[in-house]
């Protein structure tokens, strides 16, 4: 079964660091783009990494600078690295498919106290 199962998140103050991982089984993970997304209290899930399976990445203008997002196709995983971490990247962070999305894993909770 495809599963998504994301670690690595905690409490941090303003301009802390934190590197998220995501675990995919499943699926053929190597020729699929992957994304990272948060999600806070009362907002809609928001797109804020992609990287391709050729591992050109692309950034939400909101994190752009200060988060990088890689992967290492030998053991199906995905990583976002946050750096200066700022109160509103407070939320909850899911990896997924960049294309045909798969079930939601639960995700990890990141919260930046400021």
């Known amino acids: 079964q495809v599963q998504l199962v994301e670690s690595g998140g905690g409490s941090v103050q303003a301009g802390g660091s934190l590197r998220l991982s995501c675990a995919a089984s499943?699926?053929?993970?190597?020729?699929?783009?992957m994304a990272w997304y948060r999600q806070a209290p009362g907002k809609q899930r928001e797109w804020i990494a992609t990287?391709?399976?050729?591992?050109?990445?692309t950034y939400a203008d909101s994190v752009k600078g200060r988060f990088t997002i890689s992967r290492d196709n030998a053991k199906n995983q995905v990583y976002l690295q946050m750096n200066r971490l700022k109160p509103e990247d407070t939320g909850v962070y899911y990896c997924?498919?960049?294309?045909?999305?798969?079930?939601w894993g639960q995700g990890t909770q990141v919260t930046v106290s400021s």
């Open positions: 499943g699926f053929e993970f190597r020729i699929n783009a």
């Open positions: 997924n498919r960049e294309y045909s999305q798969v079930a």
């Open positions: 990287i391709f399976s050729a591992s050109s990445t």
